[in-house]
C-alpha cells in the first residue's frame, strides 16, 4: 500500500527542524492483508447480478403494462 510523502517545503517550520532535509513519510501501522479479509466468490456475484437484472426487467415490464392499462380506462 504506497502512503502519502509531504515535501519538505511544505511542511510547518517545526517538523523541518525535526526531519532536516528530508521529506515526510508514512508508514502502515498495519498489514492491509490483517484488516482485508473479504472473501469474494465471482460466480455467486454473477448470479445473483444476472437474477436482480431479471427481477428489474420483470418490474419495469408490469409498470408498463400497469400505466397502459390506466390509459385504457374510460374516464
Do not use: C, H, W
Not at 517550520?13 to 513519510?25: F, M, P, T, V, Y
Not at 408490469?62 to 400505466?67: G, P, W
Amino acid at each position: 500500500m504506497e502512503l502519502p510523502k509531504i515535501k519538505n517545503e511544505d511542511l510547518p517550520e517545526e517538523l523541518r527542524k525535526i526531519l532536516g532535509n528530508n521529506d515526510a513519510e508514512f508508514e502502515p501501522i498495519v498489514d492491509p492483508s490483517d484488516i482485508l479479509d473479504i472473501p469474494y466468490d465471482y460466480g455467486s456475484y454473477e448470479e445473483g447480478r444476472q437474477k436482480t437484472a431479471e427481477m428489474f426487467v420483470n418490474a419495469r415490464k408490469k409498470l408498463q403494462e400497469i400505466r397502459q392499462r390506466e390509459t385504457e380506462l374510460p374516464e
